[in-house]
């Protein structure tokens, strides 16, 4: 199959562009492209941007059906998600709110996701149905998670999900401990002990909070970082979330040891953290992805919402407009993302062997024009939903903005649904917290 008449954007390592070009795909590989006319007849794009399709690095998808709830509650950890995720996190709870994020996914150019949650395998059916790439981050946790009772509970479920999906084509199982502070320094070791086998990424929310490196420092003396490395689990697999507070040594440990990170711009400018350290972590050579965190955070699971506050932190943090140019936003969305999953030899860019991962951009709306710079464009001007269509593995999931793998009707209506269920539960929440508040006043 050729797709002819296209802007091409391929990330390669060379950052190769054809103004006008062509790709020849053959079953779920990229066999050739170039520059003009294509060797044969094929699909002509009519002058779309074809690029690599986009990798969102840390997610939690089920959690799309808390989407907006709690918006600007400070405590809303405790007081909304955890006791909604004990009270009301089923294995059904899972698979509904997966399929609504899937078809946001594919809808905004999407298609690699490594989600980190409970009842991973139902995630990973949901995926595998809908086409989608994934990695599916089995998480563990000690604070009462609603899909294992203990350690050994959670340990089983990796086991089961890496036997379901070693030989899968398109999706690979991952150990997520939650935290260092919400796992412990022996669950933490027992993971890395566990992944030496098999080698697959493991995904950590790491240096997140104040608390957590206040927890570090009276444990162990330590910092966060280095309990993780104390544990043996800072090494090339391992996927760090946010990293918000790193110090200059836990930098220069990260770097050495390999760890990628995960960049959740959006999420920690709501949540007031602050602006991660990502320049500083990416001058060490570290590579880092594009990642929304879960809805309830960050709301949106494209990654072109994600774009312009990706930026823009890092030009604040550094006081220069020179920060994080638009040709690396796009990067740390493809090419430097597959890195962070150790699967740059499978996707991230369009190039001969690869796989056939990609997306087509409409580039006609006003907004976007005149086109000087076409990163520029993609990173300050472009929306999801200026995506066309979407590809994986060859095959088509979504064309002419009709997504064609999954039943959206009854997507969103199962979505509604269970959130109009959820919404007696959080009335109840409020009612007991007024009534507290107003028995200690
Ligand atoms: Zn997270």
């Not at 998480?139 to 294992?148: G, K």
């Amino acid at each position: 199959m050729y797709l002819t008449n296209a802007r091409i954007l391929t990330m390669d390592a060379a950052l190769t562009e054809y103004d006008r070009g062509w790709i020849c795909i053959e079953g779920d590989r990229i066999t050739g492209l170039g520059a003009g006319d294509a060797p044969g007849a094929g699909l002509d794009m009519g002058g779309d941007l074809i690029m690599p399709g986009m990798i969102n690095n840390h997610a939690h998808l089920a959690m799309s059906l808390f989407r907006g709830l709690g918006e600007d509650v400070d405590d809303r950890l405790i007081r909304y998600i955890l006791p909604l995720e004990r009270a009301l996190v089923t294995a059904e709870v899972v698979e509904v709110g997966t399929a609504l994020s899937t078809l946001e996914l594919i809808r905004g150019g999407v298609t690699t996701v490594a989600d980190m949650y409970y009842f991973e395998d139902r995630v990973g059916a949901v995926l595998d149905c809908a086409g989608l790439r994934g990695v599916l981050g089995q998480t563990l946790a000690n604070f009462d998670a609603p899909d294992h009772k203990n350690m050994d509970e959670g340990f089983a479920r990796i086991e089961a999900l890496h036997d379901q999906y070693k030989d899968h084509p398109r999706l690979t199982a991952s150990p997520a401990p939650h935290a260092p502070y919400s796992t412990g320094l022996e669950v933490m070791a027992r993971v890395a002990e566990w992944n030496a086998g098999y080698d697959l990424p493991v995904q950590m929310h790491l240096a997140e909070t104040k608390p957590e490196l206040q927890w570090a420092r009276e444990t162990y003396g330590l910092s966060t970082v280095e309990v993780t490395d104390k544990a043996c689990l800072l090494n090339s697999n391992l996927v760090a979330a946010h990293l918000m507070y790193p110090s200059e040594a836990d930098m220069d440990l990260l770097a050495e040891r390999g760890v990628h990170g995960a960049y959740n711009a959006r999420s920690n400018g709501k949540a007031g953290r602050g602006i991660a350290p990502i320049t500083e972590l990416r001058a060490r050579g570290m590579s880092v992805g594009l990642a929304t965190d879960g809805p309830m955070s960050g709301n949106m699971l494209d990654l072109f919402s994600q774009f312009a506050p990706a930026a823009m932190f890092q030009k604040i943090a550094q006081q220069t407009r020179g920060a994080m140019p638009c040709t690396d936003i796009v990067a740390m969305s493809t090419s430097e993302a597959a890195k962070t999953l150790g699967k740059e030899d499978q996707i991230g860019s369009l190039e001969v062997g690869k796989q056939a991962d990609l997306i087509r951009i409409s580039l006609d709306d006003p907004r976007q024009q005149p086109i000087y710079d076409i990163y520029s464009t993609l990173v300050f001007a472009t929306l999801p939903t200026d995506v066309q269509a979407t590809m994986v593995a060859g095959t088509w999931l979504m064309r002419d903005r009709k997504v064609l793998s999954m039943d959206a009707p009854k997507v969103m209506s199962d979505a509604k649904q269970m959130a109009n269920r959820f919404k007696a539960r959080i009335v109840e929440i409020d009612r007991v917290q007024a009534e507290g508040n107003g028995a200690n006043g």
